[in-house]
Nanobody, 126 residues
């Protein structure tokens, strides 16, 4: 089973940038699909960005043009670069891997993933 450890969160002002990292270890064959999700207080966990095994990527509408997901297979690490951050981006950000189904229609669904990191907090002030 894959283990995931996120880092890179923090507090920034509106318009700032952060790069989140997710280091995977263990049974890394499971990293065929990896993604970033976020969960704000009182809200459901939602998909932010997904990277498929062939390195194709997709983004939620609310981050399109502001975020880039990438992976370094040699380091078993996936990154999320976020720019032009807004206060509404404030949330706990989670890395996910080991998806059950590879169809794009399911990759933004949290229940599709079996492995999760502990999360890293992102706070954006106005």
């Amino acid at each position: 089973q894959v283990q995931l450890v996120e880092s890179g969160g923090g507090s920034v002002q509106s318009g700032g940038s952060l790069r989140l990292s997710c280091a995977a270890s263990g049974y890394t064959y499971s990293t065929n699909c990896m993604g970033w999700f976020r969960e704000a207080p009182g809200k459901e966990r939602e998909g932010v960005a997904i990277i498929h095994s062939d390195d194709t990527t997709r983004y939620a509408d609310f981050v399109k043009g502001r975020a880039t997901i990438s992976r370094d297979n040699a380091k078993n690490t996936v990154y999320l670069q976020m720019n032009s951050l807004k206060p509404e981006d404030t949330a706990m950000y989670y890395c996910a891997a080991d998806c059950r189904w590879l169809a794009w229609s399911l990759l933004f669904t949290p229940q599709n993933y079996r492995a999760w990191g502990q999360g890293t907090q992102v706070t954006v002030s106005s």
